[in-house]
């Protein structure tokens, strides 16, 4: 049977999670297959990956390319006509609770996909993995033309179905991402100069360039236990974070606006996490913020 769909993940000093992850994966459906990108873990954890799961496939780079350069590695490799990016620290399912509505319908993603020549990618539901579960990601309202910021449709909210209905959204949510191969071909890989953070949104503007849609469709489900690689709080997070924005702007933003962009979160916007950082005692991510800016400037 030929390859339908490729899961492509990226584990880095992850394996708990990326085991947790892959336990939850459809790992007998010979139309799927699994690609995990070891990004230069200290040990070599693909060697474990792959004594523990042999089904799957597992790349081990010498070196950390990050997000896009380790997700541009499993897609080079992969097979499927439909390529699904999901972070390590997701599962497909909590528990046992595999039939739960929404949690077992990942071709329902597929055909969203094959239902129109527009729709280039489709993200699914994303719901936090601890507690009760609330939404993450119900797709995204649209950027500030100078402040770049957007919001999470039903973040943190109770999922009660108020969010069941399928439609396009501006951007794709990084940790859940389903693209046809053919759009890659025709936008471009990943976008390699991020390393981490922002990454996804680049994408999703370089695939709408393109002429194709975004959607979100809550006909499949996946947990999301965020943060788990580099913290909620690190300084790595916080440095790339505050240059990753800047560069964005740099690539994407409105071009009347481009300027008062940039005096928005060098100034007021970096200028408030040093201050608030260094009140509270926090001066590496202080550090981390000026390095972010620093770093942005000297590109």
Same mark, same amino acid.
């Given at each position: 049977m030929s390859? +339908?769909?490729s899961?492509i993940?990226?584990?880095?000093?992850?394996? !708990?999670?990326t085991? $947790?992850?892959? $336990?939850?994966?459809?790992?007998?459906?010979?139309s799927?297959e699994?690609i995990v990108?070891?990004?230069?873990?200290k $040990?070599d954890?693909?060697s474990?990956?792959?004594?523990r799961?042999?089904?799957?496939?597992v790349?081990?780079?010498n070196?950390?390319? /990050?997000?896009?350069?380790?997700?541009?590695?499993?897609?080079k490799?992969a097979q499927?006509?439909?390529?699904f990016? +999901?972070?390590n620290?997701t599962?497909?399912?909590r /528990?046992e609770?595999? +039939?739960?509505?929404g949690e077992?319908?990942?071709?329902?993603?597929?055909?969203?996909?094959?239902?129109s020549? !527009?729709?280039g *990618?489709v993200?699914p539901?994303i719901r936090f993995?601890?507690g009760?579960?609330?939404i993450?990601?119900?797709g995204?309202?649209?950027?500030?033309r100078?402040t770049?910021?957007?919001?999470?449709?039903g973040?943190?909210?109770?999922d009660?179905?108020?969010?069941?209905?399928?439609?396009?959204?501006p951007y794709a949510h990084?940790?859940a991402?389903m693209?046809?191969?053919?759009v890659?071909e !025709?936008a /471009?890989? *990943?976008?390699?100069?991020?390393?981490?953070?922002?990454?996804?949104l680049?994408?999703? *503007? *370089?695939?709408r360039?393109?002429g194709? %849609?975004?959607?979100?469709?809550?006909s499949?489900?996946i947990y999301?236990? %965020?943060?788990?690689t580099?913290?909620q709080n690190?300084p790595?997070?916080?440095?790339?974070?505050?240059?990753n924005?800047?560069l964005f +702007?740099?690539r994407?933003?409105?071009a009347?606006?481009?300027?008062l962009?940039y005096?928005?979160l060098i100034?007021?916007?970096g200028?408030?996490d040093v201050i608030?950082h260094?009140?509270?005692?926090?001066?590496s991510?202080t550090?981390?913020?000026?390095?972010?800016i620093?770093h942005?400037?000297?590109i």
């Amino acid at each position: 049977m030929s390859i +339908v769909l490729s899961i492509i993940t990226i584990n880095y000093n992850g394996l !708990k999670d990326t085991s $947790e992850l892959i $336990e939850t994966l459809p790992l007998d459906d010979a139309s799927i297959e699994v690609i995990v990108v070891d990004n230069a873990s200290k $040990e070599d954890e693909a060697s474990i990956l792959l004594q523990r799961y042999p089904q799957i496939k597992v790349i081990r780079s010498n070196t950390n390319l /990050g997000f896009a350069g380790g997700n541009n590695l499993g897609i080079k490799a992969a097979q499927g006509k439909y390529l699904f990016f +999901v972070n390590n620290d997701t599962v497909f399912y909590r /528990g046992e609770r595999r +039939v739960e509505s929404g949690e077992r319908n990942l071709y329902s993603l597929v055909e969203r996909l094959k239902s129109s020549e !527009k729709i280039g *990618m489709v993200c699914p539901k994303i719901r936090f993995a601890w507690g009760d579960a609330p939404i993450q990601f119900a797709g995204y309202t649209p950027l500030s033309r100078i402040t770049m910021r957007n919001r999470a449709i039903g973040f943190g909210e109770p999922d009660d179905g108020q969010y069941n209905d399928a439609y396009p959204t501006p951007y794709a949510h990084g940790a859940a991402m389903m693209v046809k191969r053919e759009v890659v071909e !025709k936008a /471009g890989l *990943m976008p390699e100069n991020y390393f981490l953070y922002y990454e996804e949104l680049d994408w999703s *503007m *370089m695939i709408r360039r393109a002429g194709y %849609e975004i959607w979100y469709d809550p006909s499949f489900t996946i947990y999301h236990k %965020e943060s788990q690689t580099t913290g909620q709080n690190s300084p790595l997070r916080t440095y790339y974070i505050t240059r990753n924005r800047l560069l964005f +702007v740099s690539r994407n933003g409105f071009a009347p606006y481009k300027f008062l962009s940039y005096l928005y979160l060098i100034f007021l916007v970096g200028g408030r996490d040093v201050i608030k950082h260094t009140l509270h005692g926090k001066l590496s991510l202080t550090k981390a913020v000026i390095k972010g800016i620093h770093h942005f400037i000297k590109i």
